[in-house]
């Protein structure tokens, strides 16, 4: 199930993120800030028993205007439509106009999910990540009439 984010699932946000970010995770001063910028936009999905409600499986944050800040889900619960599903919910936030993110260019993964998703490239930024270029994908809500 997706619910808000609360601080009491930060342990469970902190794994995910080291084993999906290697390279740069945020740290937890990171989440912190970023929970208090956008509470109603940071977003976690849980299992769905009662025994597994406390077990973090993914996470979304976005800005108010549409910036996917991070998306994550944990490595064993993968390929079963929970990034798509937490997806869904940024899109469906009213008057949204677009959803944009980086993504880095040897990451195919990841651009594999958003093409799925309706996503484009809509642009690069040479050394973003210092020295890896990031692609600049972006969802609007006309992609998805024609998906
Ligand atoms: C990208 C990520 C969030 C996708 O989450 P997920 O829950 O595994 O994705 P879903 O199960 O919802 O996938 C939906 C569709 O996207 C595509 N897709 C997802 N991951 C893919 C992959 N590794 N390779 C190719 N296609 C992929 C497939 O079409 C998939 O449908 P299918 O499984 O029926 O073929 C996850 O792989 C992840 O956390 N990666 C590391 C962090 C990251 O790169 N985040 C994005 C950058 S912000």
Do not use: C
């Amino acid at each position: 199930m997706i619910r808000p984010f609360s601080l009491s699932d930060l342990n469970g946000i902190l794994k995910i993120e080291r084993e999906s970010f290697p390279k740069s995770p945020y740290d937890r001063t990171t989440f912190i800030h970023l929970h208090s910028l956008y509470p109603g936009n940071f977003l976690v999905y849980t299992g769905a028993s009662r025994d597994q409600e406390d077990q973090i499986w993914g996470y979304i944050i976005f800005s108010p205007e549409g910036h996917i800040i991070s998306l994550a889900v944990i490595p064993g619960q993968r390929r079963k439509g929970i990034g798509q599903e937490l997806l869904r919910k940024a899109m469906e936030t009213p008057q949204l106009k677009r959803l944009q993110a980086e993504v880095r260019r040897s990451n195919l993964g990841a651009q594999a999910f958003y093409a799925s998703m309706g996503f484009r490239i809509i642009g690069v930024v040479p050394n973003y990540y210092g020295n890896e270029d990031a692609l600049i994908i972006q969802w609007t809500p006309s992609n998805s009439k024609r998906v």
